[in-house]
Nanobody, 118 residues
């Protein structure tokens, strides 16, 4: 059984920073692409950032220059450093990873709430 467990969400003031973590565990043979998505109330889930197994990154235009995605392959963990946070960044953030286990398929974390408010 493969699990993705997120941590690091919370309440922060505009202009502040948060760091999200997502650790994969279970019967894992390999992890391919990893990423972060978010869903605000009443809106569709949207891509925030992705990172390949080789470290190539991709960001949504709305977070470029403010968010940084990284991964530690030895720890099966992906991170999202979020700086200069804005109220419009408020959402539930979900971790996603393509994991090779007994089969290869995408997995999702349970989500972590990020609220940016004064």
């Amino acid at each position: 059984q493969v699990q993705l467990v997120e941590s690091g969400g919370g309440l922060v003031q505009p202009g502040g920073s948060l760091r999200l973590s997502c650790a994969a565990s279970g019967s894992i043979f390999s992890i391919y692409g990893m990423g972060w998505y978010r869903q605000a109330p009443g809106k569709a889930r949207e891509l925030v950032a992705t990172i390949t197994s080789g470290g190539s990154t991709n960001y949504a235009d709305s977070v470029k220059g403010r968010f940084t995605i990284s991964r530690d392959n030895a720890k099966n963990t992906v991170y999202l450093q979020m700086d200069s946070l804005r109220p419009e960044d408020t959402a539930v953030y979900y971790c996603n990873a393509d994991i090779g286990s007994y089969t290869t398929r995408p997995y999702w974390g349970q989500g972590t709430q990020v609220t940016v408010s004064s």
